[in-house]
């Protein structure tokens, strides 16, 4: 799906405010003033970081799309951020393949230090500021541990099911592919809550570790896969109901301004179509 503008002038757009308006003032100057605040000619400071996000997505990746897992270690940290919003097609154009070699959001912009990667972003905001990864080193070792088996062990499975009934839908192989992507993520879900048991987190307090288990699960909150394991649904309830993800999840929302991308009707028809003949 290539992108089209929404016709406003993104280099002078507001930043959507989330409810803690600390986090997010509106910001009217250039992005690259929001930035960069000159402080004599020869200097200038960074002010906060800024992060990449889209500004339109289909109705079912609301609320999904990665910068969502970046925008809550940052509300979890109290790390104000702005954010520079891309149209769909705009992540292909090689200002952002220099961010983004995949051309893919989220990327994060800090000082000199420029990331990609939703999970190396997180790792780097729990490691630069406290609040998500435990002081006691065996601790943050086994914080760190579950994030890599989030993004490892648990998501691949979980996005197949994506390619299954969404993204590959009108296939001839992705119908029969369901069983057998359903096995995995049982296994997975099974070992996952067999860890959990009746605990509130995975070791101790909310880490990044549980940050990134909660966001993979969510990919699956309305599927029956989940509701299979009581103790992971509620273990997402309570990620969800912490109030640094209310607050992130309402500014990526607010942030879905723009425009569907040119051909977009006609996937999405196409996609109903096939939703209809596999039913």
């Not at 959001?105 to 490691?127: K, N, W, Y």
């Not at 648990?154 to 299954?164: A, C, G, I, N, Q």
């Amino acid at each position: 799906m290539k992108g089209a503008s929404d016709g406003q002038d993104r280099s002078s757009r507001p930043c959507p405010q989330s409810p803690r308006a600390s986090l997010h003032r509106p910001c009217r100057l250039p992005l690259s003033r929001c930035v960069l605040l000159s402080v004599s000619k020869e200097k200038s400071i960074v002010t906060r970081p800024v992060i990449t996000a889209f500004d339109w997505v289909p109705d079912f990746a609301k609320g999904q799309v990665r910068d969502l897992r970046v925008r809550w270690a940052l509300e979890e940290v109290g790390q104000p951020y702005d954010v520079r919003y891309l149209s769909q097609g705009e992540q292909k154009h090689p200002d952002h393949r220099a961010r983004q070699p995949f051309g893919q959001v989220p990327t994060l912009e800090e000082g000199e230090l420029t990331l990609f990667e939703s999970g190396a972003i997180v790792h780097h905001i729990a490691t630069t500021r406290g609040g998500l990864l435990p002081a006691d080193a065996a601790a943050r070792a086994r914080a760190v541990e579950w994030m890599f088996a989030a993004l490892n062990t648990v998501e691949p499975p979980v996005m197949d099911l994506s390619f299954v009934d969404l993204f590959e839908a009108d296939k001839p192989w992705s119908k029969p592919r369901r069983p057998s992507v359903e096995q995995r993520i049982r296994e997975r879900l099974q070992d996952v809550a067999s860890r959990l048991g009746e605990n509130d987190w995975f070791d101790g307090d909310f880490s990044a570790g549980d940050l990134l288990m909660v966001a993979v699960l969510r990919i699956i909150r309305d599927d029956p896969l989940l509701s299979e394991h009581p103790t992971l649904a509620d273990y997402v309830t309570r990620g969800e109901a912490r109030p640094a993800f209310q607050r992130a999840l309402a500014a990526q929302m607010a942030g879905f301004t723009g425009s569907p991308p040119p051909g977009f009707a006609e996937w999405e028809a196409k996609m109903k179509t096939s939703e209809g003949e596999s039913a």
